[in-house]
Structure formats: structure tokens, C-alpha cells
């Protein structure tokens, strides 16, 4: 492609940052972000309580994020952030420790055998489904693997593996057929909790891209990255340090595709571009308060993208953040597996303390309120459910400070998934002009997503 082709991106979160960033890494620098807020960061949103930085979005990565390191060497900063550690509690607020045997002495057979089967999952994802782990879902549902090798230098891989059609399947079933049932109890922590749906709906290539063996492992032995001023100051820094800065406040009305260019209506002028990757919402099944929209309400949208793209769903994920009475202050970050489970939506599932060495601080809480087969719990309803359950936890709220309902995790279910769904999709990259990229065509969290951009550039520019 020409180093001058007109590249518009939409969004200013990871993925529309870090597409800046390989495009330029490319060559191209004629390329112009979009944000629709008066910040960058997306779902990477971390605001100031007395001087302190807390998390509304994003908190954590692991060793394996290579794109966000990528980000990291571009801008001279690194993951300088407290240490994590947590404890579990049930739902009725008592500490637990439920891996460990000595505390557990009725359990011991059932963590036994739940030690034998993560070893065995190791083994199967190793063997049985080489190839699962790859950014995206190219070929997945056909049987074969197509990408960039998790490593650091992300090399390109190719394959055919027909068990990888087993991706397909809701993760609790993937599980079954593979006779590693007990290995959710360790999967759920990092994944339920952290607000991307329940097993019993979605599908194990969405848990396994994410949560791959190895990532696995650092969540449970808590080797994980945070930075100190917040996951947003990584895109707070690479917008800094790109040429072309995003445009913040932009409102975009109306994006059309004719005679090989598109033309972007924003805040009231029209801009002409050769291209356009989509980072925002592609589709948004419902209205939401907060004025997103999906692309194919403000694009001329053609009949496939239509099509394809309303096959797409989201979490409704809700995150509060309060201050506590001194003597109510959390010790630790707490997880409630007890209400991991879709018989206890809105419930409380982790509440998060993100600075150990001060009481004055904010405290963050984690509420999923909408299952695949039950209707979506109110937002006012979930909020006091979690209000009530910090009660009972012996941590009860003083006084919310912040709080917002994500559009969260966009994915497709199983039917559509083993349809071949992404691979229609990318086989549309292009098409229109547009290119399609962010959490959907990957996973809902920063490398996944930045990794995405990256392949994308490697593949079409
Ligand atoms: C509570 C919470 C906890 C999380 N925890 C983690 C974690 O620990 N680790 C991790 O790696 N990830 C985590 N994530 C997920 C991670 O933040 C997201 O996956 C990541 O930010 C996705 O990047 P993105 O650029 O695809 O989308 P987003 O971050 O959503 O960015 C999209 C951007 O597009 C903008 N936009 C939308 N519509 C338009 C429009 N019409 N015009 C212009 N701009 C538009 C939005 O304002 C936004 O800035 C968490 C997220 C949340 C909410």
C-alpha cells in the first residue's frame, strides 16, 4: 500500500493507539485518530482520588503482553505499579483459603484430582490443540490456525489442526469432552470475575485465547504487571508520543464508502480518507444511556456488515468505586467464587484494593448483570445488590465516588462461532475500504486487542 494512503482510525483506546503506533512503525504517518471523549484510553480509564491514580477499567497484565511491552519501549516507561495479591471469601463473607489442602481437609480428593486434570489441560492444549493460543480466531472454526506465535518476536505460524474445532464450544462443555471439569475452578477466577461472561455460554477459544496455559499460571503464582498511574497512562503516553495524536471530542456522523474513498462527517465537516479501521463498537444490540453506538448505525453500512455484525453481543459489566469508613477498609482485594455462578448475577464477584499502604483510598467492585438465557438485571437493582453484599462482607461502602456500566467483551455465541463467523469477517478486511479491529476480532483485553492492530498492519498495509 502507498506510505501516503489517508488512514482514518476510530477510537482512541488500545487498539486505534496502538495501530497508530505499528502504522508509523510501517512508515505511514498520514494517518489521523478519532476519539469520541475528552481522553484516551478506552476501557483503560484511571482517574485521581488525592493524588493517587485508581482503576475504573484495566488493571493488570502478565509477562506475555508483548504488544503492551511493545507500547512500553516506544515510551520509555515500564509496569511500576503495586504488587497485587488477593484472598477469597464466601458469600457470606468469611475468609476462605480454597486451594489449600490443610484448610480443606474434606476437599483434599477434589484438589487432588483437580491438580491432576490442569496438568493433563497443559498436556491437551500443547498437543491436542496446538495452535489455539494465536491472536484472532482465523481458521479456528475450520480446523486450522493462522497467525503470529505468542513469543517476543511473533513469529509467523500456520497449521491445520481439526481439534481446534472444539474452540467452538461453550468452555464448560470443552472442558466436559476433554475430562478437565474441575480445571474452571481455577480458569473462573481471572475470567468470570473479571466480567467475560459465565462457562456455560461462552466459547472456549474466547477463555483459552485469553487465559492460555501460561497466562493461566501467572494469575495463579500473582506474577502480574500494574502501573502506577494507572493502565491509562500507558495510552496516555503513547498518544503522547505518536505523531498524530488523537482528536478528542470528535463526533463522528457519518462515514461513506464511494469510488474508492470514505468520507467521515465529524463535528459537522467532512473529511476525505483512502482507508478506515474500526476500533469502536461494531454493533450495539440495545440503546445505551451513554450514547455509543454500534458502526452500523452511523456508517453506510452494506448488507454482510449488517448481517455479521449483529450476530455480536456484549457483557453488561459494572464497576462502582467507593471509600470506606477506616475500620470497614478491605486488607486485601477479595474474590467471591460463590457468586462466579449465573444463579447469582449481580452479584458482588471480586472487590479490589489497589493501594495496600494507605486506608484512604478507593476501593473498586465487579458486577455481571446479564446471562445469555435470563433477562438483564436492572443497572439501580445490580448496583444495590453489590451494596448489600459488601454489607455482608464486613466492608460495607461509605459513599460511591465513581461508577459506570461498561460495554464490555464483545464476542459471538458457539452456533456462530463454529459458523465461521470470523472467518467471514476477515475475509471482509478490506473490502469496503475498512478494516475491522478492537476486542471483538480478538479478545476484551489491552494486548489481545493492541496484538490485533499490529497483526493487522502486518497483514494489509
Ligand atoms: C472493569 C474493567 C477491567 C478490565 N481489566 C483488564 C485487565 O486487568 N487487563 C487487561 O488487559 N484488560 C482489562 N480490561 C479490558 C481492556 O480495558 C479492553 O479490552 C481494552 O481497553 C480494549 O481496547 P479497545 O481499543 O479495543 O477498546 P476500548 O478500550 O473500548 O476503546 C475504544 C475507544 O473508541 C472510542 N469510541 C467509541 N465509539 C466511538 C465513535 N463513534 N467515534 C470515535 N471514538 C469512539 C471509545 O471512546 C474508546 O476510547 C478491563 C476493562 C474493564 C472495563
Known sequence: MDKNTRICIIGGGPAGLSAGMYLEKKGYFNYTILERLDRVGGKCWSPTYKGRRYEMGAIMGVPSYYAVHDVEEFCGITHDGPKLNRNYKNAKGDVIEPFEPKKNILKIPRLLKMKRQIKKFGELLETKYQGYDLNGHRGVAEGRYDGYAVTPGRERVQGINPNLKDLALPFKEFCAKNGVDLVQDVWIGPYTSFGYGYFDEIPAAYVLKYLDFQTTMNFVKVNLWTWKNGTQYIWEQLNDHLKNPARLNSNIEKVERKDGKVYVTVNGAVEEYDKIIVTAPLYIPNKRTDGQKGMVEYFDARDDEKKLFSRIDYERYDVQAFLTKPENHPEISYYVFDNMVPEKLGHLMVYYRRWRDEIDQVITTYALRKHRNSAEIPYETCRQMVQDDLKT?????????????????????????????????????????????????????????????????????
Open 393 to 461: 462482607m464486613h466492608n460495607p461502602a461509605e459513599e460511591v465516588i465513581n461508577e459506570w456500566s461498561v460495554y464490555y467483551f464483545p464476542h459471538v455465541f458457539s452456533a456462530d462461532y463454529a459458523d465461521g463467523w470470523y472467518d467471514k469477517v476477515e475475509a471482509m478486511q478490506g473490502k469496503y475500504d475498512t478494516f475491522y479491529a478492537g476486542e471483538v476480532m480478538s479478545f476484551g483485553d489491552m494486548d489481545e486487542t493492541a496484538e490485533y492492530s499490529r497483526e493487522l498492519v502486518e497483514r494489509f498495509f
